[in-house]
């Protein structure tokens, strides 16, 4: 006899699709993705665990249990980006001639500020917790402690006091990290044309400055 072989049986009833769980670092760095966004966009008091949780799908209870709370993520994300942004900068001091050294530094700045743009509108807040693990103001300092050194070798070797590199370091870095929090919003000129002004400026004072400034090493955007 013919089997129906339009027939199914109950057995082979279309499974339901299972809903994948995530491992506990997957669920860690998607809330970090999820507060780096809401705090970039509405600040740390604009954020509320409520809507982390909801973004990601899960409970309050699971966010305490990842970051014991708000301030607990927040602080994880600000150490994030400083560890980052100190990264970039640092690694990209590979020049010899030291106004190739401002070039890059400039440049690895903007681009941070054009690449991890919620990054940097986080850390140029002020930070909301005492305990926070830092602050724009000291990630600046740690930038300016890696030119220091570069610094001090130039002014010995042109017989400079090398005790002024600090000042001279903390001066050029902040010059560069507030062009970039203005440059943040504003996005012109382009980013070139901004590093090689900052670079003009650094580089021959107000007095002796160049209507058309120019970058010298190798990278040209």
Not at 89 to 96: E, I, Q
Request: hydrophobic fraction near 40%; glycine fraction near 8%.
């Amino acid at each position: 006899m013919a089997t129906d072989s339009s027939s199914t049986p109950s057995n082979d009833k279309p499974r339901r699709a299972r809903r994948t769980r995530m491992t506990g670092a997957e669920r860690r760095q998607q809330l970090l993705e999820i507060g780096r966004t809401l705090f970039a966009a509405k600040g740390f008091e604009g954020t509320s665990v409520e809507e982390i949780a909801a973004k990601a799908g899960v409970s309050k209870p699971v966010v305490y249990e990842h970051f014991g709370g708000k301030e607990g993520l927040y602080a994880v994300v600000v150490d994030r980006e400083m560890r980052r942004l100190l990264d970039m900068v640092t690694s990209s001091l590979t020049a010899g001639h030291p106004r190739e050294l401002c070039e890059q530094a400039a440049f690895a700045l903007l681009d941070y500020i054009e690449e991890y743009t919620d990054g940097f509108r986080i850390l140029v807040r002020d930070s909301p917790i005492p305990q926070s693990t830092g602050s724009f103001a000291s990630l600046i300092s740690d930038i300016a402690t890696q030119v220091e050194d570069i610094l001090g070798r130039e002014f010995k070797s042109r017989g400079f006091d090398p005790k002024l590199a600090p000042l001279y370091a903390q001066a050029l870095v902040g010059m560069v990290a507030l062009t970039g929090q203005w440059w943040l919003d504003v996005r012109r000129p382009k980013k070139a044309e901004v590093a090689a002004h900052l670079v003009n400026l650094a580089w021959h004072g107000l007095d002796g400055i160049e209507a058309k400034p120019h970058l010298i090493g190798r990278r040209k955007a």
